[in-house]
């Protein structure tokens, strides 16, 4: 059973960082890309990086350089540092892998960015 464990989420004033993980279990880790997914309340849920190797990433382009992807296949683990954080930046985040045609989903952490 594929299962999606995020953390990292909280409260943080307009400029400040945050680091989101996401544990996965379930399926052979290292041979699947892994994603980060935020939904702002009221609106779509929209991609904002995935990550297939160290050196292969992409990201929403509106985002700039001031998030970074990055997995630690040895913990099985996807991280997401957020820098210089903006109230735009609020929203849940969700950590997400797709085998075939089937996107797997954890149960989100809330990122609140407000003064």
């Known amino acids: 059973q594929i299962q999606l464990v995020e953390s990292g989420g909280g409260l943080v004033q307009p400029g400040g960082s945050l680091t989101l993980s996401c544990v996965a279990s379930?399926?052979?880790?290292?041979?699947?890309?892994m994603s980060w997914y935020r939904q702002a309340p009221g609106k779509q849920r929209e991609l904002v990086a995935t990550?297939?190797?160290?050196?292969?990433?992409k990201y929403a382009d509106s985002l700039g350089d001031r998030f970074t992807i990055s997995r630690l296949n040895i913990k099985k683990t996807v991280y997401l540092q957020m820098n210089n954080l903006k109230p735009e930046d609020t929203a849940v985040y969700y950590c997400?892998?797709?085998?075939?045609?089937?996107?797997?989903w954890g149960q989100g952490t809330q990122v609140t960015v407000s003064s």
């Open positions: 990550i297939f190797t160290p050196k292969n990433t």
């Open positions: 997400n892998t797709r085998g075939g045609t089937v996107d797997y």
């Open positions: 379930g399926f052979t880790f290292n041979n699947y890309p």
